[in-house]
């Protein structure tokens, strides 16, 4: 079936620094979503990519949807204390409508020290 | 957006027992998901409850163990029969819309 693949698992950053996080599927995806877990609570979604090269930002977050639509990234510029959190991909099952199941990658578990 | 409450938020049950989650959302939705999440884990997605059929059930889950009801549009619940401390876990509902999911808050179960 399909597989999800995120690294790295763990991520210690000095606040100030950069992060990224790199997902990869086994197949080509329709659409790839990322989402966000603060610690004690519950995945927020916080973006989907669609088109094949996608790039968007959200304040100090950049996302990027690979040219294969297999891979992508997630960036973030001088990171904070508010960064905390477990970061997910996720990319619908092959053939699954908008409204479909998930596949989560494992996430990456962000820790930022001030 | 969708707001999508559970209960309950916390239990701590005895193997043997039974324990059935139930999530609420704000407003009718065709499609919700079940998932299961062990500490610093990923998300496993345990079945798909569709209004007025059965449950889908993904590999390694089975109904006898995880039954669940999908009376309508806006509600279903999840019992965890039987339970084991394996079964120690975060259980959390989700609902898609344009393509993004909302989850609830989850229910955080302990076995004994």
């Known amino acids: 079936g399909q597989q999800v693949m995120q690294i790295p698992q763990y991520q210690h950053v000095q606040e100030g620094e950069d992060f990224t996080t790199y997902c990869n599927s086994s197949?080509?995806?329709?659409?790839i979503q990322w989402y966000k877990q603060r610690p004690g609570g519950h995945p927020v979604f916080l973006i989907q990519l669609v088109k094949s090269g996608e790039v968007k930002k959200q304040k100090r977050l950049t996302f990027q949807f690979g040219e294969a639509k297999k891979n992508s990234s997630l960036h973030i510029t001088a990171t904070q204390t508010t960064d905390v959190g477990t970061y997910f991909c996720?990319?619908?099952?092959?053939?699954?409508?908008?409204?479909?199941?998930?596949?989560f990658g494992q996430g990456t578990i962000l820790t930022v020290h001030p | 957006s969708a707001v999508i409450s559970q209960k309950p938020s916390r239990d701590i049950c005895q193997r043997g027992t039974s324990l059935t989650i139930q999530c609420q959302v704000d407003?009718?939705?065709?499609?919700m998901f079940w998932y299961r999440q062990q500490p610093g884990q990923s998300l496993t997605l345990i079945a798909t409850a569709n209004q007025g059929s059965e449950a889908t059930y993904e590999s390694g889950f089975v109904i006898d163990k995880f039954p669940i009801s999908r009376p309508n549009l806006t509600f279903s619940t999840l019992t965890v029969s039987n339970m084991s401390p394996e079964d120690s876990s975060i259980y959390l509902c989700?609902?898609?819309?344009?393509?993004?999911?909302?989850f609830g808050p989850g229910t955080r179960l302990t076995v004994t």
């Open positions: 197949t080509t995806l329709s659409n």
């Open positions: 407003s009718q939705v065709t499609m």
């Open positions: 996720a990319g619908p099952d092959a053939g699954g409508t908008s409204y479909g199941k998930l596949t």
């Open positions: 989700s609902v898609g819309r344009s393509g993004e999911q909302y």
